[in-house]
């Protein structure tokens, strides 16, 4: 029942939406937590046990930290000025190593569940290459949905209300709808409690100007899913399976082809995502903003998967910078070495764990690894260069070439992550130097007829006009507000028979899973 | 507030710091200059710069990075 499919769409939802409806305001809460688990139920079975596991440790694990803080606070206003300052140590010191444990439990049960068998596969593999006659038993671990995704948010949330950004939840069943909400729990947008409590917790009534809104939302992602993602996957799964029958010119366009298919389907599933949440009135955050559009990979993070970038620059890359060594590096480099080397310094240190921890968490595999390093090698080329790079673009107008050279580190970044395995993403790389034949491109078969090319490239069209338009500020569906009526609701149907009848589905469609529900 | 000005104008004189209210959310400050800030900081008016401290809302204009560092003082 992923959010794209029927049953999602017109019986869980709407059953949802009724039964959100009649019971009172104050009760509205408990109805998305109970469809929420029936949800999460529905893919992962018993493996709902993590998910209750975990929130009751984040739960509690707050409740403590607040506690400490609560105590120490009382204890310090009954002291002399002199001894404040050991009181408080002691107090920080007890709320971290309670932070500390809470933590490495779901860091250790993430770890145990994704990474176990990718770590005893490679400990064989070196066994084996060591001649060492010894090998580790590996068994299937079931992994539950969105556990990348909610392990994010318990552990933001125990962080947040570590520095004093939020009061923990003292109900343990909302904190549950938080991590549990249904529209959010398997493909994020990795959201704070900050952002998202207030609204969802409101209990407020269904009202036209949101039922429409959701509704406009939700079809534009799915037109995004499945009318040019979807049929792009065909070509896709084509190339990447088979990729030693292809030249390099073919890699290419498999690498461009799954950049697409991965923007139109995340994103669509975004929109589905946040239209679902806004339909109750719910404000989710945005996990996209035109990235097309970026002029360099730094850029582009602030605009692809944008609540993963922001969680990693909340929670790992500014503790990083201000840690006691980056800071006497800083100062120690400002004076010997001058800034620019101690910018450099400073982003290598600060930077590295943050794409290390993004390429893990994306999954076991060395693709996703390489993935990272991959982007982090990007940034630090772009740090060094920075200030060549203000020169010229303040002298020059380079936006066009910088906008295409950032597309082409995307497409190579894309075709690693898509990529069999690693070897075969090298194998796939090196073929577009090795084995470039244009010629190539007009004799292939790739699966696809003139109408799935017709589909994908209206689709495309329409989704490049509007991510135009937004680039520029022009509110869309403000826009389509003020249309008359029935030009609006013609707009309205032109999406809805689109899907219908451009949609990838039915006989001759293989089902396509959502990407990023599998990390 | 005017040490607090040199500093800011030292990082980059081409921003009216004073009228400025979205450094961070406007990308007028990247990462790295917020970092750079930081250390200038913590020496100039004697605090400590923790990791919970490092939100856009601090950074955002003079006006809030001096409300954090008399706070930090305070304390």
Redesign the interface.
């Known amino acids: 029942m992923a959010y794209h499919e029927g049953f999602y769409l017109f019986a869980f939802l709407p059953l949802a939406l009724i039964c959100y409806q009649i019971v009172a305001e104050k009760h509205r809460w408990k109805v998305l937590l109970v469809f929420s688990f029936i949800y999460f139920y529905l893919f992962s079975g018993n493996l709902v046990i993590y998910l209750i596991g975990s929130t009751i440790l984040t739960h509690y694990a707050a409740i403590w930290i607040s506690w400490i803080k609560m105590k120490y606070t009382q204890e310090l206003s009954e002291v002399p000025k002199e001894q404040k300052s050991a009181i408080r140590k002691a107090g920080q010191k007890k709320q971290r190593m309670v932070l500390t444990a809470a933590v490495l439990t779901l860091l250790g049960t993430l770890a145990y569940l994704k990474y176990t068998n990718f770590f005893l596969e490679n400990v064989n593999s070196l066994l084996a290459s060591l001649n060492v006659d010894h090998s580790f038993a590996i068994s299937k671990i079931l992994v539950p949905i969105g556990i990348s995704f909610y392990t994010l948010e318990q552990i933001g949330y125990i962080a947040d209300v ?4 939020i009061e923990p939840e003292k109900n343990l069943g909302k904190l549950a709808l938080f991590f549990g909400f249904f529209p959010l729990v398997m493909e994020g947008p990795i959201s704070s409690y900050e952002t998202v409590s207030k609204s969802l917790f409101s209990g407020q009534k269904l009202r036209f100007e949101n039922l429409k809104d959701g509704f406009l939302r939700i079809v534009w992602g799915l037109m995004k899913k499945m009318v040019v993602a979807d049929r792009l996957y065909i070509i896709v799964d084509k190339i990447f399976t088979n990729y030693q029958d292809y030249s390099g010119v073919v890699i290419i366009l498999g690498a461009i082809c799954y950049t697409i298919q991965l923007y139109m389907e995340f994103s669509g599933c975004m929109d589905i995502v946040i239209g679902s949440g806004k339909l109750f009135g719910v404000e989710l955050p945005e996990n996209f903003k035109q990235p097309f559009f970026s002029k360099n990979a ?1 850029e582009f993070w ?1 605009r692809w998967h944008i609540s993963l970038g922001t969680w990693f ?2 929670y790992i ?3 990083v ?2 840690s006691s060594l ?2 006497k590096w ?2 120690f480099g ?1 004076k010997k070495v001058g ?1 620019n080397i101690t ?1 450099i310094v ?2 290598a240190f ?1 930077l590295f764990p943050v794409w290390l921890c993004n390429g893990l968490w994306h999954g076991a595999n060395w693709s996703y690894i390489f993935y990272g390093m991959y982007y982090f090698v990007i940034l630090m080329i772009e ?1 060094i260069v920075e200030p060549l790079t203000n020169k010229l673009t303040k002298k020059y107008n380079l936006d066009t070439l910088r906008i295409f050279k950032t597309w082409i580190i995307i497409f190579t970044g894309e075709l690693f992550f898509r990529a069999e395995s690693l070897p075969a993403g090298i194998a796939m790389f090196t073929s577009i130097f090795t084995d470039f034949i244009p010629e190539n491109l007009g004799s292939i078969s790739l699966g696809v007829g003139y109408a799935d090319v017709f589909a994908i490239v209206l689709g495309c069209v329409i989704v490049g006009i509007v991510s135009t338009l937004k680039e520029k500020n022009v509110d869309i569906q403000a826009k389509v507000y003020s249309l008359k009526t029935p030009v609006r609701w013609a707009v309205y149907y032109a999406l809805i028979f689109m899907i219908i009848i451009l949609g990838a589905y039915g006989t001759g469609y293989q089902p396509v899973d959502l990407i990023y529900a599998g990390f | 507030m005017e040490k607090l000005l040199e500093i800011l104008e030292e990082i980059d004189d081409s921003i009216d710091y004073e009228a400025e209210k979205a450094l961070i959310d406007d ?1 007028l400050f ?3 200059a ?3 800030l ?2 200038e900081l ?2 100039a008016f004697d605090i400590q ?7 856009p809302t601090n950074f955002n204009s003079a006006e809030a990075m001096w409300e954090m560092i008399q706070r930090l003082q305070e304390n």
Not at chain 1, 162 to 165: N, S, V
């Open positions: 570590y520095w004093d950004k730094g602030r620059r909340t890359f500014y503790p910078s201000v980056v800071k800083n100062k400002n800034k910018r400073t982003s600060t740090v | 990308h990247d990462s790295f917020v970092i750079n930081v250390s913590e020496d710069i923790e990791a919970r401290e490092m939100v």
